[in-house]
């Protein structure tokens, strides 16, 4: 019998709306550059040939609700407001006919960004780990399962920051499609159920503050709430 040195971290869970158990988190796959308008408020221009990836820890992640404070190490704490992927069942090489095959459900979440330290690292072609996977920077709704969602088509995505509209957009604007995401994923990944996958901003991201109460919405899918307390 193998024993651990240390207490292990229990695996962290995502609720889902008429389902007693959560669901597990796995990994966490973002895209970059998915709304053509967020990629040029960036001053970049998007890849319309296949999605680019990063990755977040799931001990990283928060649900919706969460009170966190303002992170060390930046002064340019930004929110992205994004809809998330949740995979059902495994996935590998899959085509985008069937990719909905494996999609468990959906849920709102915020990609949380330290924009300086992302800028920094993109002037200097270094990694985004810093500016992008750090503690509690992934936020979680509760998810919709899929068949009570729908096709992904043209939901209303919005984010407010102390009731004011900072993002409005519709995923009818994603640049590469919930199925193009997940069946380019799995060229390179094994999927598993577990995994999430963040699908980018629309653009309007922006700097928020201690104090600040952020609120983001896609139709028809449970809101993903956070609040920012004061620095550590
Ligand atoms: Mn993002």
Not at 39 to 63: C, I, Q, W
Not at 64 to 80: F, I, K, L, Q
Not at 107 to 114: G, Q
Request: with cysteine; glycine share 8%; proline share 7%.
């Amino acid at each position: 019998m193998s024993e651990f040195l240390f207490p292990t971290r229990p695996a962290k869970g995502i609720p889902v709306e008429g389902e007693a158990r959560n669901f597990p988190i796995n990994r966490i796959f973002c895209v970059g550059r998915n709304y053509l308008a967020h990629a040029a408020e960036m001053g970049n221009v998007p890849d319309y040939e296949a999605p680019f990836y990063f990755t977040k820890a799931p001990t990283h992640s928060v649900l919706s609700g969460a009170n966190v404070p303002y992170p060390p190490g930046t002064e340019n704490y930004h929110h992205e407001m994004e809809l998330s992927i949740l995979i059902g069942a495994p996935a590998f090489r899959i085509s985008q006919d069937d990719a909905e095959q494996v999609i468990y459900g959906y849920c709102a979440s915020l990609d949380m960004t330290r924009r300086d330290l992302q800028n920094a690292s993109k002037a200097d072609r270094r990694p985004w780990d810093t500016s992008k996977d750090f503690e509690d920077g992934a936020v979680f709704a509760t998810a919709s399962k899929a068949e009570a969602v729908g096709a992904i088509k043209d939901q209303r995505i919005s984010l407010s920051v102390n009731g004011e509209t900072r993002q409005d957009a519709s995923v009818a604007e994603l640049i590469h499609s919930v199925p193009a995401i997940v069946s380019d994923l799995s060229k390179f990944y094994h999927l598993e159920p577990g995994d999430v996958i963040m699908t980018g901003t629309p653009a309007g991201v922006s700097a928020v503050q201690a104090g600040d109460v952020l609120r983001g919405e896609i139709s028809g899918m449970a809101p993903v709430e956070l609040t920012i307390l004061a620095p550590e």
